[in-house]
T-cell receptor
Framework: AQSVTQLGSHVSVSEGALVLLRCNYSSSVPPYLFWYVQYPNQGLQLLLKYTSAATLVKGINGFEAEFKKSETSFHLTKPSAHMSDAAEYFCAVSDLGSGNTGKLIFGQGTTLQVKP | DTGVSQDPRHKITKRGQNVTFRCDPISEHNRLYWYRQTLGQGPEFLTYFQNEAQLEKSRLLSDRFSAERPKGSFSTLEIQRTEQGDSAMYLC????????????FGQGTRLTVV
């Protein structure tokens, strides 16, 4: 079985400050991990994905995440927050290996607030 | 390609009525997924299709819910005898059935049952 826990349902940072959104996963098979962003009343947009290649993954809009197997973590970071980063962020795990279904198991989400 | 398209974007219905939502996936994608997202929660998997075959259904998908993908292209999700607890955002996603691919999401249909 797979699951995702996002630590902190709400994170507030100042514009220009470091963004750190935490995600821990549980998976009985090698995990494929994703971060999605959702703006109000919109669908989900993929920020980045880890699929067993490089452990440090770079995504769009300056975001990156590091896969740490020993810590079962996949935290999302961005060096300098912009006002436009304010949104809901979801971490997800999937079984994208051979014989997979590709369905995603999502965390409960973290709302990022960026203060001017 | 315009991405995954969902229709309608918003639906308000009275309790007990039936509703149907449509999803048009990215044209070359053979997998299609439905998720439900309630306020303040992450999306929850409902069901998925590979081509026209419905391969998995979540326990969340009660008997009042039915999904189809008749020709392996667009899909519909019908909810019969709607209840207030059905109020949610219904998200559709599509992908290729291959390793290392990601799902692309539509903008969702927000259902409000009054």
């Amino acid at each position: 079985a797979q699951s995702v826990t996002q630590l902190g349902s709400h994170v507030s940072v100042s514009e220009g400050a470091l963004v750190l959104l935490r995600c821990n996963y549980s998976s009985s098979v090698p995990p494929y991990l994703f971060w999605y962003v959702q703006y109000p009343n919109q669908g989900l947009q993929l920020l980045l994905k880890y699929t067993s290649a490089a452990t440090l993954v770079k995504g769009i809009n300056g975001f990156e995440a590091e896969f740490k197997k020993s810590e079962t973590s996949f935290h999302l970071t961005k060096p300098s927050a912009h006002m436009s980063d304010a949104a809901e962020y979801f971490c997800a795990v999937s079984d994208l290996g051979s014989g997979n279904t590709g369905k995603l198991i999502f965390g409960q989400g973290t709302t990022l607030q960026v203060k001017p | 390609d315009t991405g995954v398209s969902q229709d309608p974007r918003h639906k308000i219905t009275k309790r007990g009525q039936n509703v149907t939502f449509r999803c048009d996936p990215i044209s070359e994608h053979n997998r299609l997924y439905w998720y439900r997202q309630t306020l303040g929660q992450g999306p929850e998997f409902l069901t998925y299709f590979q081509n026209e075959a419905q391969l998995e259904k979540s326990r969340l998908l009660s008997d009042r819910f039915s999904a189809e993908r008749p020709k392996g292209s667009f899909s519909t999700l019908e909810i019969q005898r709607t209840e207030q607890g059905d109020s949610a955002m219904y998200l559709c996603a599509s992908s290729l059935a291959a390793e290392n691919t990601e799902a692309f999401f539509g903008q969702g249909t927000r259902l409000t049952v009054v």
